[in-house]
Structures are given as C-alpha cells and as structure tokens.
C-alpha cells in the first residue's frame, strides 16, 4: 500500500513548563519521512509530553511543531494530520471491529467504506474478526484494531504512546515485529514513546534517549549501543563497565588510560570526553565484549588486547551465557558476559581472571559532573533506579 505523507516532523525548541518545573527543556529534533523514529527514557523524562506537543493535546511553552514546512504550532489537535495511539486502546464497546476501524471514515462522511476497511483489516492480519466486538478480543488483536482505526485516516504522522505497555512480554514481542511490517508497508513516519530499551532498538530506525527533559543523544540502534556519549546513554541501552582512568597520552589513533594500574588503549574517535593529558575520563566496554580467562592462563592472552585482572565474585548461568561480577582492584565491579560455548570450569567465584577485550571495543565518556556521571558506579546506580521505577510506572498502568 502506499499512501501519499507529507514531511518530516521538526520541533525547534519546543518546550514545556508547569510552573516553575521544566517537563521538556527547548528541544531541536528533526524526524527524517517515512521513518519510525523512538523516544526512549524513564518515566517522567518528559516524552509523552513531547508526544502530546506534536499531537496538539498540550500547548508548548516556547518553540513551535513544523510538519513539512508546515508550521502547525497554533493548530488544533483535530486540524494536524496527525493520528495518536495510546497504551489504552480506547475502542467504542458497542461497535464491532469493522466499525470501530470505519469510524474516521464515516465522519469524515465517507460513505464507501468496505475496501479501505477491509484493506486496513488485512494488513493488521484481523480480516477474519471484523465482526467481532473488541471485548472478545485478546490484548494484542485490540492494539491492532487501534492501529487500524488510526491508519485508516491516512494521517502524515502517526503518534504512538507506549501502544504495547498493556500486553504481556510474549505478545509484546510479537507485535513489535507486526508494528515494524506494517510501518514499512505503509511507509508513514511513525514516533512512538517508550521506556523499553529493546522495544525501541528493535522496531526504530532512529532513537533519541531522553533524561529529565532533554534529548541526551540520537542515533540509529547499533549506532547508539556502541558509542554512547554520556554515562546514562550508556547505563540506559545496555549494560556499560564504566571504569574511571586517567589520561596518559597519545598513541598513534589512541588514548593510552590508567585504571588501577592497567594500561588500557582507547580509540580517539570513540571518545567523547576531552582527554587532556592528566585529565579523567570513564573508559567503557560492554559486557559481551570482555572475553574472561583464568590467571594461569594469561600468558596465552593476546599482547594488544586491553587487560585488567579481577577476582570472580558472583555467576549467574542464564542459558545462552553465563554472567559474571568480577571485582577488580582499583577497576571497581565489572560485568562480564561470555556465551555457553565451552565452559571452563574453573571460572567459578574466588577465581582469579584476566578480563581482555579489543581495545577498538573501548569508548570514552566525560567523567566531569554534568557530563553524566560524576562516578560510573553512581550513574548507573541512578540508570537501575529509574529503569525500575519506568517497569513500575508501566505495571502499574497495564493493571488500569
Ligand atoms: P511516563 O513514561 O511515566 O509516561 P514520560 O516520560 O512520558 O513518563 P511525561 O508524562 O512527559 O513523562 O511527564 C514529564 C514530567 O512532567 C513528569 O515529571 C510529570 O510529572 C510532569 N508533568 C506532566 N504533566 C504535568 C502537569 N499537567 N502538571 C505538572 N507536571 C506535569
């Protein structure tokens, strides 16, 4: 199906305030056409807001919402070719599938409405349950219903607000795979707002990471997960080690840090961070990168890897890999995970380790306050609360 869609979705410092508490500082965002564009963050970071700015369903305190070259700021939520749909299905309980999905149709006064209908009730797979009424339906066909009664208003840009938090992780993943088919085939630019880091990698093209207000960095998922520029991104897509090192100097394409006496290299063009000789960066690397040996074996570890040796603390086997907290000194806690390949069996806690990894595996983060993180261990810390607090945020609203 293609559908004719206007521009891109830009906001030029668009902003929010209620009282004297900033929901959403000045924000610039330009959302490129036909894309599926995620606003990932905790609760309360400000992204629903955000949502409800571009929808018209919340007057911005400065800054203006352009559509194309559209500038729709001063637009009613009904006058925006915009379509918004949200975790609550809000489905009209007395009209079946079939006319729930006809609705926009119908008062618009379209009167010839079976094939788009139709058409729309195939692509969300629910041509079968067209008569039926939402409450025989499960979760999932519901928030497809929703998506259907939107889509079929042909809207520029369809506005999605955690549509998925209601259901439960299975059929969650299911239609996260479903939402990015449909999006591609009907080619508008989606903006959907979640607190669920997979959910966003998984079905966006591009994802913006929010924190208390502001966009802190966006970018395509892999992109993201890679180089990270704060201390939160970091903590917030993934799991980080985020290990306070002091600046040596320079070689060749490298930054040479110290971290508790190990010499650690650090690509240039992934560090974020000024890295003045002297100075303190936070040199990251991803648990799955880390490859773990035992110390009787360390001879056998490449000389240009980046090492650091540790004591295992704790493990934890999840099936496909098994987790490791290795306490370095003078490196703090580190996580390690290493796939269920050939298990050595000597890796248990009290084991003394080599942690090593491809130095190109590095990336560097300002560890100056405002930056993130004034200690990794603290960011982090502050990343796992707000992450909790976003799961409790979301059960509690699936049990309304
Ligand atoms: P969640 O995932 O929990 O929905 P969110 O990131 O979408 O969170 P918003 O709903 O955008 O967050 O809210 C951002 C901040 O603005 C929150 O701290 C919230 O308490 C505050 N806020 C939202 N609406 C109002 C309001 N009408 N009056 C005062 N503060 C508000």
Not at 261 to 287: F, I, K, W, Y
Not at 315 to 343: H, K
Not at 357 to 377: K, M, N, V
């Amino acid at each position: 199906m293609t559908t004719p869609h206007g521009g891109d979705v830009r906001l030029a410092g668009l902003s929010k305030t209620y009282g004297s508490f900033t929901a959403v500082h000045p924000l610039d965002l330009a959302v490129p056409r036909g894309s599926f564009f995620a606003l990932l963050g905790a609760s309360g970071c400000g992204k629903t807001t955000t949502l409800r700015m571009i929808a018209g369903l919340e007057e911005p305190s400065s800054g203006s919402v352009l559509l194309g070259d559209r500038d729709v700021t001063a637009l009613p939520a009904y006058k925006r070719p915009v379509n918004t749909v949200f975790q609550s299905y809000a489905l009209f309980p007395h009209l079946d599938v079939f006319e729930n999905v006809a609705f926009g149709l119908r008062r618009r006064g379209i009167r010839a409405v079976r094939k788009q209908v139709a058409d729309m009730l195939d692509l969300v797979q629910l041509g079968d349950r067209a008569h039926r009424k939402p409450h025989q339906l499960s979760g999932g066909q519901q928030q497809r219903v929703a998506l259907a009664r939107a889509l079929i208003n042909r809207p520029e840009v369809l506005l999605l607000d955690e549509p998925l938090g209601a259901l439960d992780l299975k059929l969650r993943r299911q239609m996260q795979r479903e939402l990015k088919r449909i999006q591609t085939d009907v080619g508008i630019t989606f903006i959907h707002v979640t607190h669920d880091q997979e959910e966003a990698m998984t079905m966006a093209d591009t994802v913006a990471v929010m924190h208390a207000g502001r966009v802190e960095q966006q970018g395509a998922p892999a992109g993201l997960y890679e180089n990270p520029r704060t201390a939160y991104v970091a903590g917030f897509l993934g799991t980080s080690n985020l290990i306070e090192a002091t600046v040596g100097g320079r070689s060749g394409d490298g930054i040479v840090v110290t971290a508790g006496g190990h010499r650690l290299l650090l690509p240039a063009v992934r560090c974020a961070a000024d890295a003045p000789p002297g100075g303190t960066v936070l040199a990251g690397v991803r648990p799955e990168k880390i490859s773990l040996t035992h110390a009787d074996d360390a001879v056998q570890v490449p000389e240009e890897r980046n090492r650091i040796t540790g004591v295992i603390a704790d493990t934890g086997f999840i099936g496909v890999s098994t987790q490791y907290a290795v306490d370095s000194p003078g490196c703090g806690a580190l996580e390690v995970y290493v796939q269920n390949l050939d298990r050595d069996t000597r890796l248990v806690p009290g084991a003394d380790v080599v942690l090593h990894w491809d130095p190109q595996h590095t990336f560097g983060l300002d560890a100056a306050p405002g930056h993130g993180a004034e200690r990794s261990d603290v960011a982090l810390d502050d990343v796992a609360a707000e992450r909790s607090a976003a799961g409790r945020a979301a059960a509690g609203k699936s049990a309304t």
